[in-house]
């Protein structure tokens, strides 16, 4: 499979639109995209809500059933020890990934919405008390504003919201004016899922680290798209899901200081996170293990692992700098069109592109690019406080990955003219 | 294209931009909100019952072309109409929008289609048939007197069940 990969990059040095990505033969990696959806070439623009998946995730996930199918951390037998192996090899690449210090900072679950309520529910639940503070930005996903709500209800404890500016961008002091000495912890999103707006975490680190605050960042939206160091970051926590990254889903990462994690109770009792049970006592097994109970998604996280592979074999600098480059062209063809607005102009952006057309609701915009082959998300994208903030219901959202050309951008422009002809 | 067409008829567009009976009514006497949480489209219907005879009906709401024309639609529709013949437009646009053919003998004659026939596009796309039957769903919330919001997930995710 690696050397399909080298040979897959070797000769895009030199392709004239894409810089050092050769965006033709990265498509070939990528099966589900070459059919046709309403007798149109399939336009797949919703990569913020999934992302597709090489062939080579899905070599792996049928592999591992075909050849090696067995529970982890059990069998003494071969397909055991050669399933256990494959999985914890995957913490690893995970470790290398976020450039965590140890593979047991790594903890599997099920996503991303997981790893934030498990923080709430063990870390929270230990270290939030009546009257405490929480800080959340005004453009999370419902799963970094919900967990804490929760959390604030059973404690007594508030949940403050940093504002955002109109182009999208949190106000960094006023997110510094919510931190006092009742602030117990802060949790923001890394990259926008409406917005795409990237935050300045590192920044917030050191704010709420002055405070001896921790912080989680949700990095759902960032981990596809930007080199992830946890430790320059300094973050307290770190989540992801591999359906995002072209891996499978039901899969995510928790990372979290070895120090907190140590001190943090269990999220879920079974198998697997004990090291004895007996009616009187059970004694907890030692990280990460101690958060993974139950028979875990093993397919799952080994395709995430070939998911991995396959984004470092591509290179996620060259991801970042052909997504780049798509994304402006993408911003300046959208910028053509009149009566349409685009919502979320940060200047530091993911490959997101949320608008709302003049007298045209998202939805009805939405079926009419679904005939055209072009798949986009409409909605409220589950941030439905962004959409307040901006005073609309919703927003028609093209969400980019390095997979994406221009030509796919030029579709879409010429969809989006064909839903306003049909309102004109 | 000719399937945008069937979908988005002129009828419907025309309801979209100058939707009827859009306002709010001081003097009702029933009311009903529904929301459809997956787009976030919202109606409230407002009715003014004589008895079991609608003498009027409005609404007021954000929505998507389908939802906003179904409701207008649906405020000429059952202006004047007795509780009873509502109830059987309810559903035979239901039977229109979801493509079942309603036929189990115990249902009550359907009535006739009318100005609703616009909408028979709309079963080609099971992501639209929430946006057309939002207003309906409240319409029946409203004539039952029940205050509940509707909200037509959780209807449309166990198919059937609403008759």
Same mark, same amino acid.
């Given at each position: 499979?690696?050397?399909?990969?080298?040979?897959?990059?070797?000769?895009?040095? $030199?392709?004239?639109? #894409?810089?050092?990505?050769?965006?033709?033969?990265?498509?070939?990696?990528?099966?589900?995209?070459?059919?046709?959806?309403?007798?149109?070439?399939?336009?797949?623009?919703?990569?913020?809500?999934?992302?597709?998946?090489?062939?080579?995730?899905?070599?792996?996930?049928?592999?591992?059933?075909?050849?090696?199918?067995?529970?982890?951390?059990?069998?003494?037998?071969?397909?055991?020890?050669?399933?256990?192996?494959?999985?914890?090899?995957?913490?690893?690449?995970?470790?290398?990934?976020?450039?965590?210090?140890? !593979?047991?900072?790594?903890?599997?679950?099920?996503?991303?919405? *997981?790893?934030?309520?498990?923080?709430?529910?063990?870390?929270?639940?230990?270290?939030?008390?009546?009257?405490? *503070?929480?800080?959340?930005?005004?453009?999370?996903?419902?799963?970094?504003?919900?967990?804490?709500?929760?959390?604030?209800?059973?404690?007594?404890? @508030?949940?403050?919201?940093?504002?955002?500016?109109?182009?999208?961008?949190?106000?960094?002091?006023?997110?510094?004016?919510?931190?006092?000495?009742? #602030?117990?912890?802060?949790?923001?999103?890394?990259? !926008?899922?409406?917005? =795409?707006?990237?935050?300045?975490?590192?920044?917030?680190?050191?704010?709420?680290?002055?405070?001896? @605050?921790?912080?989680?960042?949700?990095?759902?939206?960032?981990?596809?798209?930007?080199?992830? $160091?946890?430790?320059?970051?300094?973050?307290?926590?770190?989540?992801?899901?591999?359906?995002?990254?072209?891996?499978?889903?039901?899969?995510?990462?928790?990372?979290?200081?070895?120090?907190?994690?140590?001190?943090?109770?269990?999220?879920?009792?079974? =198998?697997?996170?004990?090291?004895?049970?007996?009616?009187?006592?059970?004694?907890?097994?030692?990280?990460?293990?101690?958060?993974?109970?139950?028979?875990?998604?093993?397919?799952? @996280?080994?395709?995430?692992?070939?998911?991995?592979?396959?984004?470092?074999?591509?290179?996620?600098?060259?991801?970042?700098?052909?997504?780049?480059?798509?994304?402006?062209?993408?911003?300046?063809?959208?910028?053509?069109?009149?009566?349409?607005?685009?919502? =979320?102009?940060?200047?530091?952006?993911?490959?997101?592109?949320?608008?709302?057309?003049?007298?045209?609701?998202?939805?009805?915009?939405?079926?009419?690019?679904?005939? *055209?082959?072009?798949?986009?998300?409409?909605?409220?994208?589950?941030?439905?406080?962004?959409?307040?903030?901006?005073?609309?219901?919703?927003?028609?959202?093209?969400?980019?990955?390095?997979?994406?050309?221009?030509?796919? @951008?030029?579709?879409?422009?010429?969809?989006?003219?064909?839903?306003?002809?049909?309102?004109? | 294209?000719? +399937?945008?067409?069937?979908?988005?008829?002129?009828?419907?567009? +025309?309801?979209?931009?100058?939707?009827?009976?859009?306002?709010?009514?001081?003097?009702?006497?029933?009311?009903?909100?529904?929301?459809?949480?997956?787009?976030?489209?919202?109606?409230?219907?407002?009715?003014?019952?004589?008895?079991?005879?609608?003498? +009027?009906?409005?609404?007021?709401?954000?929505?998507?072309?389908?939802?906003?024309?179904?409701?207008?639609?649906?405020?000429?529709?059952?202006?004047?109409?007795?509780?009873?013949?509502?109830?059987?437009?309810?559903?035979?646009?239901?039977?229109?929008?979801?493509?079942?053919?309603?036929?189990?003998?115990?249902?009550?004659?359907?009535?006739?289609?009318?100005?609703?026939?616009?909408?028979?596009?709309?079963?080609?796309?099971?992501?639209?048939?929430?946006?057309?039957?939002?207003?309906?769903?409240?319409?029946?919330?409203?004539?039952?007197?029940?205050?509940?919001?509707?909200?037509?997930?959780?209807?449309?995710?166990?198919?059937?069940?609403?008759?």
């Amino acid at each position: 499979m690696a050397t399909t990969h080298h040979e897959v990059l070797s000769p895009a040095i $030199d392709a004239p639109q #894409t810089g050092s990505l050769d965006v033709y033969k990265i498509r070939e990696d990528f099966p589900i995209l070459k059919q046709k959806v309403n007798g149109k070439p399939l336009v797949y623009l919703d990569n913020a809500a999934t992302s597709q998946k090489p062939q080579v995730v899905l070599d792996a996930l049928s592999h591992y059933y075909t050849a090696d199918n067995s529970n982890v951390h059990r069998g003494v037998h071969e397909l055991s020890q050669r399933a256990t192996k494959s999985y914890e090899d995957v913490r690893a690449k995970v470790q290398h990934f976020l450039n965590a210090r140890e !593979s047991r900072e790594i903890i599997y679950v099920r996503g991303t919405t *997981e790893a934030i309520n498990l923080v709430a529910m063990t870390h929270g639940r230990n270290n939030i008390g009546a009257g405490d *503070e929480i800080i959340i930005t005004a453009m999370e996903h419902h799963s970094n504003i919900v967990p804490w709500q929760l959390l604030c209800e059973e404690k007594g404890a @508030v949940l403050r919201v940093a504002p955002i500016n109109d182009n999208g961008e949190l106000r960094l002091d006023e997110l510094e004016k919510l931190i006092n000495p009742r #602030t117990k912890f802060v949790a923001v999103a890394h990259v !926008s899922n409406a917005l =795409g707006t990237i935050n300045p975490v590192r920044q917030i680190v050191e704010l709420a680290h002055r405070a001896n @605050v921790p912080v989680l960042i949700d990095g759902a939206q960032a981990a596809p798209h930007i080199r992830i $160091d946890v430790q320059a970051l300094d973050c307290d926590f770190y989540t992801l899901s591999s359906h995002k990254i072209f891996g499978p889903t039901g899969v995510g990462v928790l990372y979290g200081k070895a120090a907190l994690l140590e001190a943090m109770p269990p999220y879920q009792g079974g =198998g697997d996170m004990i090291s004895s049970v007996t009616f009187e006592k059970t004694l907890y097994n030692v990280i990460p293990y101690k958060f993974e109970a139950g028979t875990p998604n093993i397919a799952g @996280v080994i395709g995430f692992g070939a998911g991995i592979d396959y984004v470092n074999r591509v290179g996620l600098e060259k991801i970042a700098a052909y997504e780049h480059e798509l994304l402006t062209y993408a911003t300046e063809q959208l910028a053509t069109i009149p009566g349409l607005r685009i919502i =979320g102009t940060a200047k530091e952006k993911a490959a997101v592109l949320s608008f709302v057309l003049e007298g045209v609701h998202p939805h009805d915009a939405g079926t009419i690019l679904d005939q *055209e082959g072009i798949a986009v998300r409409t909605g409220h994208h589950c941030a439905q406080p962004v959409m307040n903030r901006f005073g609309i219901p919703a927003t028609t959202r093209a969400s980019l990955a390095f997979y994406n050309t221009r030509e796919e @951008v030029d579709a879409l422009v010429r969809g989006i003219k064909k839903v306003q002809e049909i309102f004109a | 294209m000719s +399937d945008l067409h069937g979908l988005y008829q002129e009828v419907i567009l +025309d309801h979209n931009k100058k939707p009827h009976n859009f306002r709010a009514m001081a003097e009702a006497n029933r009311r009903a909100e529904g929301f459809n949480r997956l787009c976030g489209d919202k109606v409230t219907i407002f009715l003014k019952m004589d008895g079991e005879q609608i003498n +009027d009906v409005s609404f007021q709401g954000s929505g998507c072309a389908i939802s906003t024309a179904s409701a207008s639609i649906l405020t000429d529709a059952v202006k004047g109409k007795t509780r009873a013949e509502a109830e059987s437009l309810f559903q035979t646009f239901h039977d229109l929008v979801t493509g079942h053919d309603g036929g189990n003998g115990k249902k009550p004659q359907p009535a006739p289609l009318g100005k609703l026939a616009v909408f028979s596009g709309v079963s080609e796309y099971p992501a639209r048939v929430k946006c057309a039957s939002l207003a309906w769903h409240t319409l029946r919330n409203a004539l039952q007197g029940s205050q509940e919001l509707v909200s037509t997930e959780t209807e449309e995710q166990i198919p059937g069940e609403i008759r």
